[in-house]
T-cell receptor, first 112, second 116 residues
């Protein structure tokens, strides 16, 4: 059974601080995605990571993928209040693009 | 970016009735669409994958006779929750991809179903 676990589940941080969210998964996959969800809303695609060592950055967020360790990270730099949301990683289990399994989610609150 | 429209955004129904949720890709042809459900403060659970013109593939534990999926065209997939019960109350989200496996998934706005 595929497991996709995120750590931490809840994160409260002050504006201006840095932090990393971790996504561990239990099967071999070289495709990992990060999404953002605001309360009561659907998902917004943040990053698509398609190979070992992939690193992508957008604004204050940077995502990386280590397929050997089965680990992806989402790093937040100098957090701002607008980043408050729930972040999900998702693993493309068979690499076919047909079966996405989502992580447990990390609820981020950035405190002014 | 690509737009996926999901309708309705919220529905309240009586137990025993059926509810249809539509998912449309507005500016691209979606060969594959996915349906997820999400309970409050939990992650998304993949329910089924639908390919245009063929039967949907359901995840283990998802009742295909209860959650009917029809992907009749390249821009429309529907999920019908038949004989809904209160335990079916959930947030349902569809997503779509244009075709190539490297492309992003685009998500609909979600449907909050409440069964009384």
């Amino acid at each position: 059974e595929l497991k996709v676990e995120q750590n931490p589940l809840f994160l409260s941080m002050q504006e201006g601080k840095n932090y990393t969210i971790y996504c561990n998964y239990s099967t071999t996959s070289d495709r990992l995605y990060w999404y953002r969800q605001d309360p009561g809303k659907s998902l917004e695609s943040l990053f698509v990571l398609l190979s070992n060592g992939a690193v992508k950055q957008e604004g204050r967020l940077m995502a990386s993928l280590d397929t050997k360790a089965r680990l992806s990270t989402l790093h937040i730099t100098a957090a701002v209040h607008d980043l408050s949301a729930t972040y999900f990683c998702a693993v493309d289990m068979w690499g076919t693009g047909n079966q996405f399994y989502f992580g447990t989610g990390t609820s981020l609150t950035v405190i002014p | 970016g690509a737009v996926v429209s999901q309708h309705p955004s919220r529905v309240i129904c009586k137990s025993g009735t059926s509810v249809k949720i539509e998912c449309r890709s507005l500016d691209f042809q979606a060969t594959t669409m996915f349906w997820y459900r999400q309970f409050p403060k939990q992650s998304l659970m993949l329910m089924a994958t639908s390919n245009e013109g063929s039967k949907a593939t359901y995840e283990q534990g998802v009742e295909k006779d209860k959650f009917l999926i029809n992907h009749a065209s390249l821009t429309l997939s529907t999920l019908t929750v038949t004989s809904a019960h209160p335990e079916d109350s959930s947030f349902y989200i569809c997503s779509a991809r244009a075709g190539r496996r490297n492309e992003k998934l685009f998500f609909g706005s979600g449907t909050q179903l409440s069964v009384l």
